[in-house]
Structure formats: structure tokens, C-alpha cells
């Protein structure tokens, strides 16, 4: 005999059946059409199964319907009140899109950017405002991709389960098998941080998802360690906390650059502008942006162009102009010299 219905899936299947009906479904065709109901060994198994699945649906919200025959009125029928079943019309304001886009851009990983779009052209179709997205142009943040790792270590985070990867250090180079108690992934200075402990080492540590190298895998069984507690999970995210904050001098041509402008502070009073500065700021606006790390702002900046000069400091300069550099010599080679912060032009 095959294997009994699952009672989930026969409430599925009743859901699916008493929504798509045409008019109404009698008792006598729910037990011969809808899958799972075949299983009640008698007449009273039935009855009970149906109506104990009737209330289970009621209780979950979905308005079932008791319809009677007009001229019959032992012949009784269900189906589902499309009208309160069926979501109202979504109806996004172009703002509203916006933030959906902004959230969106987010997700940057392969795995995870097929669904955000889809979902967001479906918004979009049914919205007032098709390319409500400009609104938050340039605004969106920035995050790598995590790679195969990404979804893996989501599953074994939601699941408690210890992982198995082989991972190469920032600091010393040194490529071993580690393996961890996942507690947390955070999206830190442009990529996806992993937050555990280190079983070989008793501690608490974090990984770049970019530096992990192959396959992760799962070790032992789901739920096999407890929750860190708050004072591990800040020590485990203690190295990438937000930063010193700084503040860029930036010469903007008029009109261009809004999401640079957007984040603008007042100038301070007395510049710390470099010489040439005037010539440059001669057809430009001098806009002070404070920023935690100079390679998030040159990736910011560089995708200006020379829109965006940048004036002070040196090493966001200097950042900026490698970009633009190695992105002008992506189809020759050898690579360009480095670049020196004595250059302001082209930033």
C-alpha cells in the first residue's frame, strides 16, 4: 500500500481544491478527488478527519464557506471566500519602491539576487511607479558576494550545527581546516563575515567569507551547541566594529554626484586642502563627506568618474585613483604604475 498522506499536505490539498472549485465542493467529492482523504478507513473516520481539518483551516484564518443547495437544504457544499482570502491590491507609493530597490541591492550573492529581482519586478508591475528605483540611485549599500559558502552557513547559523572549512588567514597567509560554531553572519565593510567559535582554538573568532577556500560542510548533529552568549558575540565582532570616523574633502561638479551630496557635513571653517586645490575647485562645489574607511568611500567615489575629485585625504586619493586606473587598464597589461598622492586630477 503506498504511504499515508501526510496531514499537512491534505491540508494543502484541501486549501487547493476549495480555493479553485467553481461553484462549491460537496463532502462525497472532497473524500473522491482531494488527495489524503482516501485514507480514512470508514465513513465516521472520514467525517471526523474532514471536519477536524475544516476547524484547523477556520483557525489558521482562511474564511472556509458552508454553502447550501437552493432548493436542497441537506446538500451541503464548502469553498474558500475568494473576496477575504484573496491580499488586497498592492499599491507602493514611488518611495515605498524605492526602499524595496534600496534593501534589494543588498543582496549581491548569486543565490539570493534571481529572487530580489523577481520579486521586485513583480512590485514594480502592479506599482504607480515603475522607476522609483532612481530615487535611491547611488544610496544602495555595497556587499561581495559570499559565495558558495553564503547559503551553507545560513542553514547550519538557523540549525546550530558546527561547520567544516579550510580557510586562509589575513595576517599571517597560513591555509587550514577550521572548524567552527556558527552564531552569525554580518555584512561588514563590503562583505559577509561569519561569527563562531573556533573549537581547535576554545574562542571566539570570525572569518571572511572570501577567504574561505572549497566546500563548507556540517559536523555532527543540528542544535549540538548552545546559543553564544552577548559578551562572546561582541567579542567575536570586536575587530569589525565601525571605525574611526574621518571626514573626506571632496570637489563636486554642479548638478552631479546626489548621493555623494546627500551624505555631505557642513565644511569645516579652515580646509586642509592640497596645492592646486583652487584650480580645481574653480568650477566645482567643496563638499566634506565623513566616511570609517577609505577603500568603502573610493569604491563609492570612483563610480563618478571625474565628477568627483577628491582633495583631501591622500589615502582615499590614492585609493580612488587605483580604481580608476585598474579599470582603465582591464584590457592591457602589464598594469599602469602605481599611482602617488601628489596627483589630484582624474579622482
Same mark, same amino acid.
Given at each position: 500500500?503506498?504511504?499515508?498522506?501526510?496531514?499537512?499536505?491534505?491540508?494543502?490539498?484541501l486549501v487547493i481544491a476549495l480555493?479553485?472549485?467553481?461553484?462549491?465542493?460537496?463532502?462525497?467529492?472532497?473524500?473522491?478527488?482531494?488527495?489524503?482523504?482516501?485514507?480514512?478507513?470508514?465513513?465516521?473516520?472520514?467525517?471526523?478527519?474532514?471536519?477536524?481539518?475544516?476547524?484547523?483551516?477556520?483557525?489558521?484564518?482562511?474564511?472556509?464557506?458552508?454553502?447550501?443547495?437552493?432548493?436542497?437544504?441537506?446538500?451541503?457544499?464548502?469553498?474558500?471566500?475568494?473576496?477575504?482570502?484573496?491580499?488586497?491590491?498592492?499599491?507602493?507609493?514611488?518611495?515605498?519602491?524605492?526602499?524595496?530597490?534600496?534593501?534589494?541591492?543588498?543582496?549581491?550573492?548569486?543565490?539570493?539576487?534571481?529572487?530580489?529581482?523577481?520579486?521586485?519586478?513583480?512590485?514594480?508591475?502592479?506599482?504607480?511607479?515603475?522607476?522609483?528605483?532612481?530615487?535611491?540611485?547611488?544610496?544602495?549599500?555595497?556587499?561581495?558576494?559570499?559565495?558558495?559558502?553564503?547559503?551553507?552557513?545560513?542553514?547550519? #547559523?538557523?540549525?546550530?550545527?558546527?561547520?567544516?572549512?579550510?580557510?586562509?588567514?589575513?595576517?599571517?597567509?597560513?591555509?587550514?581546516?577550521?572548524?567552527?560554531?556558527?552564531?552569525?553572519?554580518?555584512?561588514?565593510?563590503?562583505?559577509? #563575515?561569519?561569527?563562531?567559535?573556533?573549537?581547535?582554538?576554545?574562542?571566539?573568532?570570525?572569518?571572511?567569507? *572570501?577567504?574561505?577556500?572549497?566546500?563548507?560542510?556540517?559536523v555532527g548533529d543540528p542544535g549540538?551547541?548552545?546559543?553564544?552568549?552577548?559578551?562572546?558575540?561582541?567579542?567575536?565582532?570586536?575587530?569589525?566594529?565601525?571605525?574611526?570616523?574621518?571626514?573626506?574633502?571632496?570637489?563636486? *561638479?554642479?548638478?552631479?554626484?546626489?548621493? #555623494?551630496?546627500?551624505?555631505?557635513?557642513?565644511?569645516?571653517?579652515?580646509?586642509?586642502?592640497?596645492?592646486?586645490?583652487?584650480?580645481?575647485?574653480?568650477?566645482?562645489?567643496?563638499?566634506?563627506?565623513?566616511?570609517?574607511?577609505?577603500?568603502?568611500?573610493?569604491?563609492?567615489?570612483?563610480?563618478?568618474?571625474?565628477?568627483?575629485?577628491?582633495?583631501?585625504?591622500?589615502?582615499?586619493?590614492?585609493?580612488?585613483?587605483?580604481?580608476?586606473?585598474?579599470?582603465?587598464?582591464?584590457?592591457?597589461?602589464?598594469?599602469?604604475?602605481?599611482?602617488?598622492?601628489?596627483?589630484?586630477?582624474?579622482?
Amino acid at each position: 500500500m503506498p504511504p499515508a498522506i501526510p496531514p499537512a499536505e491534505r491540508l494543502l490539498n484541501l486549501v487547493i481544491a476549495l480555493v479553485n472549485t467553481p461553484g462549491r465542493m460537496t463532502k462525497e467529492q472532497v473524500r473522491s478527488s482531494v488527495a489524503g482523504y482516501q485514507d480514512a478507513p470508514s465513513d465516521d473516520a472520514f467525517e471526523r478527519m474532514f471536519e477536524r481539518d475544516k476547524d484547523t483551516l477556520r483557525d489558521l484564518g482562511i474564511p472556509v464557506l458552508t454553502v447550501t443547495h437552493a432548493g436542497h437544504g441537506d446538500d451541503v457544499g464548502y469553498r474558500v471566500d475568494l473576496e477575504r482570502y484573496a491580499l488586497p491590491p498592492i499599491d507602493l507609493t514611488a518611495a515605498e519602491l524605492g526602499v524595496l530597490a534600496l534593501a534589494a541591492q543588498l543582496w549581491q550573492d548569486q543565490s539570493l539576487r534571481a529572487d530580489t529581482t523577481r520579486a521586485l519586478t513583480k512590485l514594480r508591475a502592479v506599482g504607480q511607479a515603475p522607476q522609483s528605483d532612481d530615487l535611491v540611485a547611488g544610496l544602495a549599500p555595497r556587499v561581495r558576494a559570499g559565495g558558495t559558502a553564503f547559503g551553507p552557513l545560513v542553514d547550519a #547559523v538557523q540549525a546550530r550545527q558546527a561547520v567544516r572549512f579550510t580557510y586562509a588567514a589575513a595576517s599571517t597567509g597560513q591555509v587550514r581546516d577550521r572548524v567552527v560554531e556558527p552564531w552569525k553572519l554580518l555584512a561588514r565593510r563590503g562583505g559577509w #563575515v561569519l561569527l563562531g567559535r573556533d573549537r581547535d582554538r576554545d574562542a571566539a573568532r570570525s572569518y571572511r567569507l *572570501t577567504r574561505i577556500r572549497g566546500p563548507v560542510r556540517t559536523v555532527g548533529d543540528p542544535g549540538s551547541f548552545a546559543p553564544p552568549a552577548p559578551e562572546d558575540l561582541d567579542a567575536a565582532a570586536h575587530a569589525w566594529g565601525g571605525g574611526a570616523e574621518n571626514l573626506a574633502l571632496l570637489a563636486v *561638479t554642479p548638478g552631479r554626484a546626489g548621493a #555623494v551630496r546627500a551624505r555631505a557635513v557642513p565644511t569645516p571653517a579652515d580646509p586642509d586642502l592640497p596645492p592646486g586645490a583652487t584650480t580645481v575647485l574653480a568650477d566645482r562645489d567643496l563638499v566634506a563627506v565623513p566616511y570609517r574607511h577609505a577603500w568603502e568611500l573610493a569604491e563609492h567615489v570612483a563610480g563618478y568618474g571625474d565628477a568627483v575629485v577628491v582633495l583631501h585625504p591622500t589615502d582615499v586619493r590614492d585609493a580612488v585613483l587605483d580604481l580608476l586606473h585598474g579599470a582603465a587598464d582591464l584590457d592591457t597589461r602589464p598594469a599602469r604604475r602605481p599611482t602617488t598622492s601628489t596627483e589630484v586630477r582624474g579622482a
